[in-house]
């Protein structure tokens, strides 16, 4: 009997085990957490970069732009739009998200996914916000102007 208990314990554990990993996100590895301070390194020496609509290179850059050219500088292959991004990154949970992820935003009026930024650590991202600013910081803090927006995070690595 002593046995069964043990056995069943064991069983559950493992069942648990496989519905928690099932529910989870991509982990953090060393490998992720390293790319993810490459792209966070690349987005910061872009700061001030001008917007640029279509733009994806440092003389001028839109929000997806942004992303891809940092991506690539990194070594990681993105495709262009916002929208194609939003269909093939890896879903993160936001309470997961690390450096370096990237952050979907949909804003009033606009269509289903409408920009993104990178995520750098501590409630801030860096991103091509519009026309006339230029590359910068943003807070993501509860009660801001981003976060009620957040529609999707996820990474590429």
Not at 2 to 13: D, F, P, V
Request: hydrophobic share 30%.
């Amino acid at each position: 009997m002593r046995y069964q208990n043990h056995s069943l314990s064991i069983t559950t554990a493992l069942l648990l085990l496989s519905i928690l990993t099932g529910c989870s996100t991509t982990p953090v590895n060393s490998q992720n957490h390293g790319k993810g301070l490459q792209v966070v390194s690349q987005a910061k020496l872009l700061l001030n970069a001008p917007y640029r609509y279509g733009g994806n290179k440092p003389d001028g850059f839109d929000c997806s732009g942004f992303v891809q050219y940092t991506h690539k500088k990194a070594g990681i292959k993105v495709p262009r739009s916002t929208l194609e991004q939003i269909k093939q990154i890896r879903s993160i949970r936001l309470s997961h998200i690390q450096p370096g992820d990237l952050i979907f935003f949909k804003l009033s009026g606009r269509r289903k996914v409408s920009h993104v930024g990178i995520y750098i650590g501590e409630n801030r991202m860096i991103h091509a916000p519009s026309s006339g600013k230029r590359v910068t910081y943003a807070s993501l803090d509860p009660g801001g102007y981003w976060r009620p927006r957040i529609i999707a995070t996820g990474r590429f690595y």
